[in-house]
Each structure stands twice: as C-alpha cells, then as structure tokens.
Nanobody, 122 residues
Framework: VQLVESGGGLVQAGGSLRLSCAAS????????MSWFRQAPGKARDFVAA????????YYADSVKGRFTISRDNATNTVHLQMIGLKPEDTAVYYC????????????????WGQGTQVTVSS
C-alpha cells in the first residue's frame, strides 16, 4: 500500500499549485482522505479532507475559499487545488488515509504519504 504525493514546488504569493496523492494497493471507497501540512518548527496541521463514499469535504478555516480537495476515481487519486497562495502556506504537505480519522493530526492514520514541499515566496 502506498500514498504518493506530487505537485509541490516554489511559487510566488498569489500563485497556484495542484497537489496530487495517488493511492496504490488501497481501495479508497471507505476511507477519509486528508491533507495535512507541517511548517518548519511547527506542529502538523489539518488542511482538508474528503469522504470518498459521500463526497463530503472539510477544510481548515485558514484555507477555506482558496483550497479545493477533489478525487479522480479513474486514477484512485486525491487532488488539492491551491489558489491565492500565501507565504504562510509554506510547508511540507502530506496526504493520509484512514477509516475513522480525518482532521486530528494526532490520530493514528492507517497510511501516510511521504510529503511534498510547497514554498510560497513573498
């Protein structure tokens, strides 16, 4: 089982990035798929989540209206579209899959990706 993130990079403030989390060896229909981020010296924070079965989405207040989580059934992939990026969005972004947890970074998630770096310059 693997979750592999991609799409990170360096972007100027106000720019956009689209992160992807590709799942292999894992059937996602019964999972919450979540994005978290961790800036240097800070705790890991919840960003967004998606319930595969219902399609319901959840967002941290800090990203509402700027980030959109979505799925691609054909490729078993979850995306995080980020627009209006700010320097404070700079962090390593991780995706996670779990049957029960979706916003608590302290929960023991079934699966984590390796992370992808997002850097937003001012």
């Amino acid at each position: 089982v693997q979750l592999v993130e991609s799409g990170g990079g360096l972007v100027q403030a106000g720019g956009s990035l689209r992160l992807s989390c590709a799942a292999s060896g894992l059937f996602l229909s019964n999972y919450y798929m979540s994005w978290f981020r961790q800036a240097p010296g800070k705790a890991r924070d919840f960003v967004a989540a998606f319930t595969w079965s219902s399609g319901r989405t959840y967002y941290a207040d800090s990203v509402k209206g700027r980030f959109t989580i979505s799925r691609d059934n054909a490729t078993n992939t979850v995306h995080l579209q980020m627009i209006g990026l700010k320097p404070e969005d700079t962090a390593v972004y991780y995706c996670a899959a779990d049957r029960r947890c979706w916003s608590n970074p302290l929960c023991t998630y079934d699966y984590w990706g390796q992370g992808t770096q997002v850097t937003v310059s001012s």
